[in-house]
């Protein structure tokens, strides 16, 4: 089975009844379905103290990393969903993400860390958010 991760969510939300929507669209009632997509989402990230005990007891590595694939894993596909029902082309909107966080370089070229190791903005940063509602405005536009 080869088909594409995008089209095997797809088949899947059709399967349980979600909306897949082809244009960017907020729908009815957005407030309680973004309520419920924190919940679950926020259900989906606290299984990882339950990796963080497996790993404190001993459990094996690899174990351990099947945990974090697992969870890693069902996040991806529960936000490939979400982003289907609004009818935003997520992997669109990941490569500008990416090409906005590789201007975070400091002037030398070099990457700039926090104390968590998270990317700090260098000089030339700029903001995703302009170049992401091009792409859904033109996606809007099409006929």
Known sequence: ???????????????????????????EDVVGKLKRFKLTLLDEVNE????????????????????IADVLGDIIVYCR???????????????????SNESKLGADGKPIYDENGKFLKGPAYWKPEPKIKYVLEKLSKKD
């Open 48 to 67: 990882i103290d339950d990796i963080v005990e497996c790993a404190k007891s001993g459990v094996s590595e690899l174990d351990v990393v099947v945990a």
């Open 1 to 27: 089975m080869n088909k594409e991760f995008k089209e095997r969510v797809k088949s899947m939300n059709l399967m349980y009844k979600l909306p897949v929507l082809e244009v960017p669209s907020i729908g």
């Open 81 to 99: 969903s979400e982003a289907m029902k609004y009818g935003i082309p997520l992997e669109d909107v990941l490569n500008v993400i990416m090409d």
